[in-house]
C-alpha cells in the first residue's frame, strides 16, 4: 500500500529551528509537496521538491532524498503565526496526490 | 485572484436535508477537486473535474453528487447524508488537471458539515 508518514504534533519556540520529517512508500514517485494549514483556514502551498537536495525559500526550506524516501520542511525564525498544521503529499506514479496526515506545530513564546 | 472561494464556512443538516455545497474560483484553471478531510486524517480525494469533465470518482457513495456548472464553479449536492459523512469539505482548483509532476492545488477554505 502506499503511505505517507510524519509526526503527529511537535513543539517548539520563537525564534528557534525546527525540522518536520516526511517519509513516504508510494508507488512511484513525480514529487514531492508541503503544504501549510492553518485552523479553519485553506492549506496553502509552500514548496515542491523533486530532485534530490535543499530548496530554500526565505525562512523555509525542504529537502528531499529520493533514494531514502525521505524528506523535511526545515523552518527557521519561527513566527508565532507559523503555529499551523504542516502536510505533506506525494504524486505517485498515476500523478495523484497521497497525503501525510498532518503535523500540528505549536510555537511557544 | 487567487482565490478559491467556499460558501458555507459552517453546515449543519439532518439525515433527511438536501443542501449544496459551492466553490468558486476565477483563476482560469481548469481542473476543479472536492476533497472530505477528518479531523487529523489525511484529506481525501473524492471527485476532480477536469475541462468541466469529471475524470475522477474515488467510489464516493451517491449521497454525494458533484456537479461542475462551468469551469469557475463546482457544486457537491448532499443528500440523506450519515452523521459519518460528518467533516471539513474542501474544494481545490488546479491549472490544468492533467497530472504534470509540480502542478500545485489552491484550496479554499472548507466547509465544516455536521450532520445529525
Known amino acids: 500500500g502506499q503511505n505517507i508518514d510524519q509526526p503527529t504534533e511537535m513543539t517548539a519556540t520563537e525564534g528557534a529551528i525546527v525540522q518536520i520529517n516526511c517519509t513516504y512508500q508510494t508507488s512511484g514517485f513525480n514529487g514531492l509537496f508541503w503544504y501549510q494549514q492553518h485552523a479553519g483556514e485553506a492549506p496553502t502551498f509552500l514548496s515542491y521538491n523533486v530532485l534530490d537536495g535543499l530548496e530554500e525559500k526565505g525562512r523555509f526550506s525542504s529537502f528531499l532524498s529520493r533514494s531514502k524516501g525521505y524528506s523535511y520542511l526545515l523552518l527557521k525564525e519561527l513566527q508565532m503565526k507559523d503555529s499551523a498544521s504542516y502536510l505533506c503529499?506525494?504524486?505517485?506514479?498515476?500523478?495523484?496526490?497521497?497525503w501525510g496526515a498532518g503535523t500540528k506545530l505549536i510555537i511557544k513564546p | 485572484d487567487t482565490e478559491v472561494t467556499q460558501t458555507p464556512k459552517h453546515l449543519v443538516m439532518g439525515m433527511t436535508n438536501k443542501k449544496s455545497l459551492k466553490c468558486e474560483q476565477h483563476m482560469g484553471h481548469r481542473a476543479m477537486y472536492w476533497y472530505k478531510q477528518k479531523a487529523k486524517k489525511p484529506p481525501e480525494l473524492m471527485f476532480v473535474?477536469?475541462?468541466?469533465?469529471?475524470?475522477i470518482n474515488e467510489s464516493v457513495p451517491s449521497r454525494f453528487s458533484p456537479e461542475c456548472p462551468n469551469s469557475s464553479l463546482l457544486n457537491l449536492h448532499l443528500h440523506a447524508l450519515q452523521p459519518e459523512d460528518s467533516a471539513l469539505y474542501l474544494c481545490?482548483?488546479?491549472?490544468?488537471?492533467?497530472?504534470?509532476?509540480?502542478?500545485?492545488?489552491?484550496f479554499g477554505s472548507g466547509t465544516q458539515l455536521s450532520v445529525l
Open positions: 503529499a506525494v504524486k505517485d506514479s498515476n500523478y495523484q496526490l497521497i
Open positions: 473535474y477536469s475541462y468541466e469533465k469529471l475524470s
Open positions: 481545490a482548483s488546479s491549472q490544468e488537471g492533467r497530472g504534470t509532476g509540480n502542478e500545485k492545488l489552491f
